[in-house]
């Protein structure tokens, strides 16, 4: 997909529209679970469900429509067991026409920390680097503490509510906090584990010798996480080297991904990135599970560093992950997937201290990085659906049926859309969400 610009003043218009339009439109009335008779725990048949199954094209090649039919699904032990012509007369779970979709992944979110569930607060004026955020955190950490386990399951209802089943999400690990972030998420998830789905990084929010915490990441290393995270390690640890080092050592002695955030822009941005890089190719077992989460240094460089770049993160198969941001930093992602980088997106930050931002929709990333880019044909915005699902599409480039297959863990979503191309562009609304073979929203 080649990008195409679009006015800033347009994009923020647009975006602002959809943000209002897309506020509390869901409601579990809606939902086709609370419509629909229960059925046994480990089958589940949908009929009346719209697939797509290929591309109309014009005289010159263009894919101008996408065809969609209805199809009757049976689903066994939280996989799809069958794929049949459609049956209405069948005892099944009527879908209405509704388009099913992937469940979609929110891959950079933070569920431990968030406002949400409380009162209204706006982000104050008076926090205006990472170093004035880690103080203020220091200070309101330990009463938030108390009710973390109850907020972190509403921020994921949220999740749900919008059609994710599945996040990446980072925990503090810091002197303040110690392990309990950790500990108290882990709670919510239990919960929450007939449900939701989670890999878990453990994050040195506070730094890792800017506080003492590389004990603590030596423990979080031994708990149930997946990941490595990091920080910022010339702002805010002083050093690169002394950091990453850290924070690689630990994830090849106990077998973890990483996952760094690295705000830092120019040369020690862009020295981070070529640092992990290196190490990645010293240690190929990180390879495919090694991410840099936001890196805006990417976003200065000229074309040809840019190209440069994602052939090396291609190469190490090391990941990206943006929040789409826009305003001053506009990163190169139509680039980046040209190169075949693993570019994954979430909310990041829903309702806390950093942001007041973010309202659980992955879909609305898909959106934003559709206009931010250009992508307005069919073919186009058919593709951008991969940031929301994490590369499942359910037709492929060349409009073969591709998603569901039998076999397929039940992951879905049924969303009030013609096709993926207009769920992007509209940022359709979500009436269920299907995890594991269940209906669970």
């Given at each position: 997909?080649?990008?195409?610009?679009i006015?800033?003043?347009?994009?923020?218009?647009n975006?602002?529209?959809?943000?209002?339009?897309?506020?509390?439109?869901?409601?579990?009335?809606?939902?086709?679970?609370?419509?629909q008779?229960?059925?046994?725990?480990?089958?589940?048949?949908?009929?009346?469900?719209?697939?797509e199954?290929?591309?109309?094209y014009?005289?010159?090649?263009?894919?101008?429509?996408?065809?969609?039919?209805?199809?009757?699904?049976?689903?066994l032990d939280?996989?799809?067991?069958?794929?049949?012509?459609n049956?209405?007369?069948?005892?099944?779970?009527?879908?209405?026409?509704?388009?099913?979709?992937p469940?979609?992944?929110?891959m950079?979110?933070?569920?431990?920390?968030?406002?949400?569930?409380?009162?209204?607060?706006?982000?104050?004026?008076?926090?205006?680097?990472?170093?004035?955020?880690?103080?203020?955190?220091?200070?309101?950490i330990?009463?938030?503490?108390?009710?973390?386990?109850?907020?972190?399951e509403?921020?994921?209802?949220?999740?749900?509510?919008?059609?994710?089943?599945?996040?990446?999400?980072?925990?503090?690990?810091?002197?303040?906090?110690?392990?309990?972030?950790l500990?108290?998420?882990q709670?919510?998830?239990?919960?929450?584990?007939?449900?939701?789905?989670?890999?878990?990084?453990?994050?040195?929010?506070?730094?890792?010798?800017y506080?003492?915490?590389?004990?603590?990441?030596?423990?979080?290393?031994?708990?149930?996480?997946?990941?490595?995270?990091?920080?910022?390690?010339?702002?805010?640890?002083g050093?690169?080297?002394?950091?990453?080092?850290?924070?690689?050592?630990?994830a090849v002695?106990?077998?973890?991904?990483?996952?760094?955030?690295?705000?830092?822009?120019?040369?020690?941005?862009?020295?981070?990135?070529?640092?992990?890089i290196d190490?990645?190719n010293?240690?190929?077992?990180?390879?495919?599970?090694?991410?840099?989460?936001?890196?805006?240094?990417?976003?200065?460089?000229d074309?040809?560093?840019t190209?440069?770049?994602?052939?090396?993160?291609?190469?190490?198969k090391?990941?990206?992950?943006s929040?789409?941001?826009?305003?001053?930093t506009?990163?190169?992602?139509?680039?980046?997937?040209?190169?075949?980088?693993?570019?994954?997106?979430g909310?990041?930050?829903?309702?806390?201290?950093?942001?007041?931002?973010?309202?659980?929709?992955?879909?609305q990333?898909a959106?934003?990085a559709?206009?931010?880019?250009?992508?307005?044909?069919?073919?186009?915005?058919?593709?951008?659906?991969?940031?929301?699902?994490?590369?499942?599409?359910?037709?492929d480039?060349?409009?073969?049926?591709?998603?569901?297959?039998?076999?397929?863990?039940?992951?879905?979503?049924?969303?009030?859309?013609?096709?993926?191309?207009?769920?992007v562009?509209?940022?359709s609304?979500?009436?269920s969400?299907?995890h594991?073979?269940?209906?669970?929203?």
């Amino acid at each position: 997909m080649e990008p195409r610009s679009i006015s800033r003043k347009d994009f923020i218009k647009n975006s602002s529209m959809l943000l209002a339009a897309g506020a509390g439109i869901l409601k579990a009335s809606e939902s086709i679970a609370a419509e629909q008779p229960q059925f046994a725990a480990k089958s589940l048949t949908l009929k009346n469900v719209r697939l797509e199954t290929g591309f109309e094209y014009d005289g010159e090649g263009n894919a101008v429509q996408t065809k969609t039919e209805l199809f009757t699904i049976e689903v066994l032990d939280g996989k799809i067991k069958a794929i049949l012509p459609n049956n209405t007369a069948a005892k099944a779970i009527d879908a209405k026409g509704l388009l099913l979709l992937p469940a979609f992944r929110d891959m950079h979110i933070h569920l431990d920390k968030t406002f949400y569930g409380l009162p209204w607060k706006a982000k104050s004026p008076k926090h205006k680097t990472v170093k004035d955020m880690i103080a203020y955190e220091q200070e309101i950490i330990p009463e938030l503490l108390k009710t973390s386990v109850s907020r972190s399951e509403k921020l994921i209802e949220l999740l749900q509510s919008h059609g994710t089943n599945y996040a990446r999400s980072h925990v503090n690990i810091d002197p303040t906090s110690g392990l309990n972030s950790l500990k108290n998420l882990q709670k919510a998830l239990e919960n929450k584990k007939d449900s939701f789905q989670a890999e878990l990084v453990a994050f040195p929010q506070h730094g890792i010798y800017y506080t003492k915490t590389e004990p603590l990441m030596k423990e979080a290393a031994q708990m149930d996480i997946d990941f490595i995270g990091g920080l910022d390690p010339t702002n805010i640890d002083g050093s690169i080297e002394k950091h990453m080092d850290f924070i690689v050592q630990l994830a090849v002695d106990h077998n973890k991904g990483i996952d760094i955030h690295l705000h830092e822009s120019g040369e020690s941005g862009l020295k981070t990135i070529n640092y992990l890089i290196d190490k990645v190719n010293e240690n190929p077992e990180l390879k495919g599970k090694t991410f840099v989460s936001h890196s805006f240094a990417l976003a200065q460089l000229d074309k040809a560093k840019t190209e440069e770049m994602a052939e090396k993160l291609a190469n190490a198969k090391v990941g990206i992950a943006s929040t789409i941001p826009f305003g001053g930093t506009i990163m190169p992602i139509p680039v980046l997937y040209k190169h075949g980088v693993d570019v994954v997106t979430g909310n990041d930050s829903i309702v806390d201290w950093w942001s007041t931002f973010g309202t659980g929709s992955v879909l609305q990333k898909a959106n934003l990085a559709a206009q931010l880019y250009g992508y307005r044909t069919e073919f186009d915005l058919s593709r951008i659906l991969k940031l929301a699902t994490h590369n499942v599409l359910p037709l492929d480039d060349k409009g073969n049926q591709s998603w569901p297959k039998v076999g397929d863990k039940a992951d879905m979503v049924l969303i009030d859309a013609s096709c993926s191309a207009e769920a992007v562009s509209r940022v359709s609304p979500v009436k269920s969400l299907i995890h594991g073979g269940k209906v669970v929203y």
